[in-house]
């Protein structure tokens, strides 16, 4: 895997990401930082790989268990230590899986194997923080109000 990222120095702090597959990121930072608030903050795009690698694992987990799901969203929130390297001490992941005739079972043993087996960003993250997940069942059959 590689990834090339670039200073634009004429736009304060912004940094452009140009990954191996092709794709380009940007991030900035705050104000006070010297960013200009342009673009994510790049803890901010770590946190947001974590979520959709997990989520990209319990979408996969669940439909290979012929579950019908047709939506996950991963909430997410995140501490930070005080100081230097302010790294993430403790995240909480929480899911809201959308289907028919979803098993909560299903459901939970999927993250579970995404936390406990494949997500490569939760486990890397998981070396300096606690990581806590729940799980929230939406029925897509249930009338909307």
């Not at 929480?94 to 043993?109: C, D, I, P, Q, Y």
């Amino acid at each position: 895997m590689d990834c090339t990222v670039h200073w634009i120095a004429d736009a304060g702090m912004v940094m452009l990401a140009e990954t191996g597959s092709g794709h380009v990121l940007s991030m900035d930072g705050a104000p006070e930082g010297g960013g200009r608030n342009l673009a994510p903050r790049p803890m901010e795009t770590l946190l947001a790989g974590a979520g959709g690698c997990t989520a990209y694992d319990v979408v996969l987990i669940l439909k290979r268990g012929r579950q019908q799901v047709s939506g996950c969203t991963v909430k997410m929130s995140a501490q930070r230590a005080e100081t230097d390297p302010k790294v993430f001490t403790h995240l909480n992941l929480h899911f809201v899986v959308t289907g028919k005739a979803l098993s909560l079972a299903a459901v939970e043993r999927a993250v579970a194997l995404s936390h406990e087996k494949y997500c490569s960003a939760t486990a890397m993250l998981g070396r300096t923080a606690t990581i806590s997940t729940s799980v929230e069942i939406k029925d897509s059959d249930a009338a909307v109000a």
